[in-house]
Each structure stands twice: as structure tokens, then as C-alpha cells.
Nanobody
Framework: QVQLVESGGGLVQPGGSLRLSCVASGFTLDYCAIGWFRQAPGREREGVSCISGSDGTTHYADSVKGRFTISRNNAKNTVYLQLNNLKPEDTAVYYC??????????????????WGQGTQVTVSS
């Protein structure tokens, strides 16, 4: 059964940090592009970051550049998103997605093949 499972979300104060994990089962992430997306209540889904399947090239939305870091550990079939210096506007459900072609981009969520169920991140004092 193909599955992506996110974890690591929670409640954190402004300026705090979280590390989200995305673990795959039923397929290997080795050559997949992985994207992280988020959706806040009443807002459209927003692409946050992605990492390519070929050479590990990373991309970030301007809103998170310099604060978030995407990485992958193929041995653990896991991709991470490190969230630093969190702001209240980062509050959202965060989703990971896999594009088996290896070329998925965070601005084109329609190309992704598999999606996780999401993990809630709440930034509040």
C-alpha cells in the first residue's frame, strides 16, 4: 500500500522551531521529487518547498526562504522540513507529496502523484 505519513507538527511560540517528517511506505522515495505544501483555514493551498529526485536541488517559496530547510534521507525513505523562526502566518496544515517523475516543483502541485494526510502546525503565543 502506497502511503505518505507526515509527523512533527504541533503548537509552538513565534520564533520557535519544528521539524516535520514525511515517511513513505509501499514505494521508494529515492528518485522522487518531494514537495511540501501548506493550507491555512480559508486560504488556498500554498507550495512551500521541494527537493528534486535527481540531484537534490531545493527550492523555496519567498515566504519561507532562509527559515525553512528541506532535506532527505533515502536510507530512511524520509524527507524532512526544518521550520525555524516560525511566525503566526506559518500556521497551517502541512502536507508532503511525492512526484515519481523526479521533477515535481512546489508551484505545480498537480504533478504530484501521492499525498500525505497532513500535520498541523500552529504558531501562537
Amino acid at each position: 500500500q502506497v502511503q505518505l505519513v507526515e509527523s512533527g507538527g504541533g503548537l509552538v511560540q513565534p520564533g520557535g522551531s519544528l521539524r516535520l517528517s514525511c515517511v513513505a511506505s509501499g514505494f521508494t522515495l529515492d528518485y522522487c521529487a518531494i514537495g511540501w505544501f501548506r493550507q491555512a483555514p480559508g486560504r488556498e493551498r500554498e507550495g512551500v518547498s521541494c527537493i528534486s529526485g535527481s540531484d537534490g536541488t531545493t527550492h523555496y517559496a519567498d515566504s519561507v526562504k532562509g527559515r525553512f530547510t528541506i532535506s532527505r534521507n533515502n536510507a530512511k525513505n524520509t524527507v524532512y522540513l526544518q521550520l525555524n523562526n516560525l511566525k503566526p502566518e506559518d500556521t497551517a496544515v502541512y502536507y508532503c507529496a511525492a512526484d515519481v517523475s523526479g521533477f515535481g516543483y512546489y508551484r505545480t502541485p498537480g504533478t504530484y502523484d501521492y499525498w500525505g494526510q497532513g500535520t498541523q502546525v500552529t504558531v501562537s503565543s
